[in-house]
């Protein structure tokens, strides 16, 4: 079955510098890779995700790149606010009725 | 309506006791999943639901029982729970299984005592 490592497991970072969170998976079949930011105690919510069939997605502050041939992805997060601090998942899927697979999750802080 | 929603926000019961947890979206969404989420972790899968049938069960045990009383509700009955269940409780759902946007609710957080 699908394996999904992420790094760091905690990252700090000053307001307003680049905060990246890389997550590699081991089923070369997955091909849906969403993000989800969780703040603490509240739901995970979808941030950005990518498909196979691309390398590279933006959307404002927030950016995913993927690489299929080494089977990782990264999200990357520009002039970070510390309303940017939560914990992220990276997840990965595939269309074959399999289910999705998380990574342990990165604890991002932001300080002001 | 782009909202899954879920009753008890909160949830204490004893170990004896029978309770149900609730999940409700309108999104016309025909996978629906229950995740058991402990502190500082991922979720973790417990049961998927596909066009209202049980896909998967990852060995939880049999004091979790799942009911899809149709494609728009998903029902998670509890009974003589331990104290190691205590979590908060995902439910999510997706167009299908596989490939697709997961949408979580807000969860119910469970402490058995």
């Known amino acids: 079955g699908e394996n999904v490592e992420q790094h760091p497991s905690t990252l700090s970072v000053q307001e307003g510098d680049s905060a990246v969170i890389k997550c590699t998976y081991s089923?070369?079949?997955?091909?849906?890779f969403p993000w989800y930011k969780q703040e603490l105690g509240k739901r995970p919510q979808l941030i950005i995700d990518i498909r196979s069939n691309v390398g590279e997605k933006k959307d404002q502050r927030i950016a995913v790149t993927l690489n299929k041939t080494a089977k990782h992805f990264s999200l990357h997060i520009t002039e970070t606010q510390p309303e940017d601090s939560a914990v992220y998942f990276c997840?990965?899927?595939?269309?074959?009725?399999?289910?999705?697979?998380f990574g342990a999750g990165t604890r991002l802080t932001v300080k002001p | 309506d782009t909202e899954v929603t879920q009753t008890p926000k909160h949830l204490v019961m004893g170990m004896t006791n029978k309770k149900s947890l609730k999940c409700e979206q309108h999104m016309g969404h025909r996978a629906m999943y229950w995740y058991k989420q402990k502190a500082k972790k991922p979720p973790e899968l417990m049961f998927v639901y596909s066009y209202e049938k049980l896909s998967i069960n990852e060995s939880v045990p049999s004091r979790f029982s799942p009911e899809c009383p149709n494609s728009s509700l998903l029902n998670l009955h509890l009974h003589a729970l331990q104290p190691e269940d205590s979590a908060l409780y995902l439910c999510?759902?997706?167009?299908?299984?596989?490939?697709?946007?997961?949408?979580f609710g807000p969860g119910t957080r469970l402490l058995v005592l």
């Open positions: 997840a990965a899927n595939q269309n074959n009725n399999n289910d999705m697979r």
């Open positions: 999510a759902s997706s167009q299908r299984r596989g490939g697709e946007t997961q949408y």
């Open positions: 089923d070369s079949a997955s091909n849906y």
